[in-house]
C-alpha cells in the first residue's frame, strides 16, 4: 500500500546496491550466533546436570523462541534492504527506509553541515560505503547505507556543494 506522505507522488528514487543484503547478513549471523549461544548456555547446564534450575522446559524454549525471532529476521533482511532509498530533488534530500514501520526523511540541503562516509570491513570488501548526513539538530539520523563507492563518492560531493550553495544565499 502507498502513502504520499512516505511516497510523494513524481519522485525517482534511487536504491542500495542489492550487495547490501551481504552486509545486513553477515551482521544478522554475529549478532544471532552470539545471542544464540548465550542463551543456550543454561540448556547445556541443566542437560550436564551441573544446573538444576531453570526447568528443562525453560532451558528450551528460550534458545528456541530466540532461533525463531532470529530466522523471521532473516527473512526480513532483502525487503529491508529494497526499501531503502534516496531522492536528490532541488532543495532537499528524500531518504526512505521500513517496511513495516515506513520512513521518509527530508533533509534540506540549507541545513546540512558537513557530510560523511563511513566503510566497514564487509562493505569495503563489497565496495560499499555508508553515507551520514550531519545536521544542526541531533534528531537527524540521515544515512544511506549500501551505496557503491563511486556513488558514494559522488553523492557527497554533490551534497557539499549543494548544502554550501543554500548556505551561502541565506
Known amino acids: 500500500m502507498r502513502t504520499e ?20 547478513l553477515v551482521d544478522w549471523a554475529l549478532a544471532n550466533l552470539a545471542a544464540v549461544l548465550v542463551l543456550s548456555a543454561p540448556l547445556v547446564f541443566v542437560l550436564l546436570g551441573w544446573w538444576r534450575w531453570p526447568p528443562l522446559w525453560l532451558a528450551i524454549t528460550v534458545p528456541a523462541v530466540m532461533l525463531l525471532v532470529a530466522v523471521w529476521r532473516l527473512v526480513l533482511i532483502p525487503r529491508q534492504v529494497r526499501a531503502v532509498g534516496y531522492a536528490e530533488r532541488d532543495d532537499d534530500l528524500l531518504v526512505r527506509s521500513g517496511i513495516f514501520f515506513q520512513r521518509t ?3 534540506p540541503y540549507g541545513r546540512m553541515q558537513y557530510v560523511d562516509i563511513a566503510v566497514g570491513p564487509v562493505e569495503r570488501g563489497l565496495g560499499l560505503c555508508t553515507v551520514k548526513l550531519h545536521t544542526a539538530s541531533p534528531g537527524t539520523n540521515a544515512r544511506i547505507p549500501g551505496l557503491p563507492a563511486a556513488e558514494g563518492a559522488r553523492l557527497r560531493e554533490q551534497l557539499a556543494a549543494r548544502g554550501e550553495a543554500r548556505l551561502a544565499g541565506l
Do not use: C, E, L, Y
Not at 5 to 24: E, H, L, M, N, Y
Open 5 to 24: 506522505a512516505i511516497d510523494p507522488p513524481g519522485v525517482d528514487w534511487q536504491r542500495v546496491s542489492p550487495k547490501f543484503i551481504t552486509v545486513r
Open 105 to 107: 526523511m527530508a533533509v
